[in-house]
């Protein structure tokens, strides 16, 4: 018995309803200190104020601000075609063999607070650093910022939220969407050792391309002693961090699967089965990956380098019921 079939899925990006969504967008090489990129908005923001302040923040990075029509700011996959083979093979009246291969696509998900919808100036925050100190002479923020228990923040904020800003940092995903996928496989030999208990062996494997990493191109592309202020060798010297969802990640797994099976007689039934399996990635989630990645440059230590056992890898497995 042979079975084939073809599914087709398309993943429609996410947006913001109101169009208060942007993404930063990496367009050039990112060398130490000097950059390009483009702020890119959906053409429904024209009449939100950027502000003087932040606008002069990104010509200063070489970052121009950019319009577009299309809302969601980023561009689907079309070509997600599924194929799906499966057989089934009776050798002799007690043994059959089977087989089967497909491509299984994933959805887009929306990652948290790593979303297009949490950029400046629809989420803003900012910091002040305190001036430096030595001995003898440690000034106050308030000489220098102009904060003081009485005012609060009102001398910072008089210009506008719009201009309460300082390193803004963005969110940020690729533009071209790789929707993720899995190619599942396996091959399985069953042997009926009576009429009611029939034995299983099956190799059964998986690999999956495109999965969602994070990434952060705002790293100094170098490598710098420790307790260096690296904030002047970023490709975006006067920017906060960036985050960027790149669909980039792999992952695989390899199992032998056995099992013995009574079928219900006689008032027993029973069934055991043993699992071999390893499993290997760079992305066991996209979260986790946060920490790994969020403090050097990929350019330097690639995502794949991370490729090691995964943190569900279970190596056996044994069950009886």
Known sequence: ?????????????????????????????????????????????????LGATFLNTLAKDNVTVQYTGNERLANAQKTNFGPRVGFAYQAQPNTVFRGGFGIFYGGLMAQGNTNIGANFPFSNSANFYAPTCAIGSCP?????????????????????????VSFPGFHATDVDIKTPYTMNYSFSMQRALSNDLAATISYVGNLSRHLSLYGAPNTPPGLFAPGTSTQQFQPFPDLGGVGQIHYAGVSTYNSLQAKIEKRYSHGLSFLTTYTWAHALDDASDAAGNFGAISDRNVALIPFIDEFTNSVFDVRHRFTFN
């Open 140 to 164: 106050s923020l308030a000489s220098s910022k102009g904060i003081t228990l009485e005012t609060g923040l009102t001398p910072q904020i008089s210009g506008g939220f719009q201009n309460f």
């Open 1 to 49: 018995t042979l079975n084939l079939g073809l599914r087709y899925d398309y993943y429609q990006p996410y947006k913001e309803i109101g169009g208060l969504q942007a993404n930063f967008i990496v367009n050039g090489p990112l060398g130490i200190g000097t950059g390009s990129g483009i702020y890119q908005l959906p053409n429904q923001a024209k009449n939100v104020d």
